[in-house]
């Protein structure tokens, strides 16, 4: 199993530029959800999906979109990229197991906004 | 939210065991308690969960104090490939909440051959 795949693994944009990214799972979780890391400040929540079709806000869901066609996929959209964006995103695939949400996490994604 | 407390670092000697505290006072009923591992700048690695039980996995033991304001994680024979950022974090079980995982500082465990 790959478990959680995320593309691109680095990316530079510039300012006002939109991207996605690509976020797979092969283990036929429901629950998918996306998070950035900033130096200092642990993971933040931006976007989760409790199923196709269905996603929610997280904490920071600014600038950032989201959609759920399929339970593999789960891509995370940039509308228009700002320097406040850079960071590393992790996207996450998780199933309730002893009643208890335990999240699988991918490798990453590396953004810089010039 | 349950705040958990962790030292900011710790050493233990490669083939020993390393037992990780984490303080949890303010817990309450129905929040389990995770422990995540974060090795360089890879991606959150799950370790194990438990509610009030002692648990055991391939990976680790969690101990889990009677009134539930503690725990330790147990790795019980620490490799080099064991350095890492361990991240405690107390959540409800399921639910919106139960995504918003707050990683904080954790502890910088740092084996040492």
């Known amino acids: 199993n790959a478990g959680v795949t995320q593309t691109p693994k680095f990316q530079v944009l510039k300012t006002g530029q939109s991207m996605t990214l690509q976020c797979a799972q092969d283990m036929n979780h429901e629950y998918m959800s996306w998070y950035r890391q900033d130096p200092g400040m642990g993971l933040r929540l931006i976007h989760y999906?409790?199923?196709?079709?269905?996603?929610d806000q997280g904490e920071v869901p600014n600038g950032y979109n989201v959609s759920r066609s399929t339970t593999e996929d789960f891509p995370l959209r940039l509308l228009s990229a700002a320097p406040s964006q850079t960071s590393v995103y992790f996207c996450?695939?998780?199933?309730?197991?002893?009643?208890?949400?335990?999240?699988?996490f991918g490798a990453g994604s590396r953004l810089t906004v010039l | 939210d349950a705040k958990t407390t962790q030292p900011p670092s710790m050493d233990c000697a490669e083939g020993r065991a390393a037992n990780l505290p984490c303080n949890h006072s303010?817990?309450?009923?129905?929040?389990?308690v995770y422990w995540y591992r974060q090795i360089h700048s890879q991606g959150p690695q799950y370790i194990i969960h438990g509610l009030k039980n002692n648990e055991t996995n391939e990976m680790a033991s969690l101990i889990i104090t009677e009134d539930r304001k503690s725990s330790t994680l147990i790795l019980p024979h620490a490799t080099l490939r064991d350095t890492a950022v361990y991240y405690c974090?107390?959540?409800?079980?399921?639910?919106?909440?139960?995504?918003?995982?707050?990683f904080g500082k954790g502890t910088k465990l740092s084996v040492i051959p």
């Open positions: 999906s409790v199923g196709a079709g269905i996603t």
């Open positions: 303010t817990i309450s009923g129905n929040e389990y």
């Open positions: 996450a695939s998780s199933k309730v197991h002893s009643g208890a949400n335990v999240l699988t």
């Open positions: 974090i107390v959540r409800v079980g399921s639910g919106a909440g139960s995504y918003q995982l707050t």
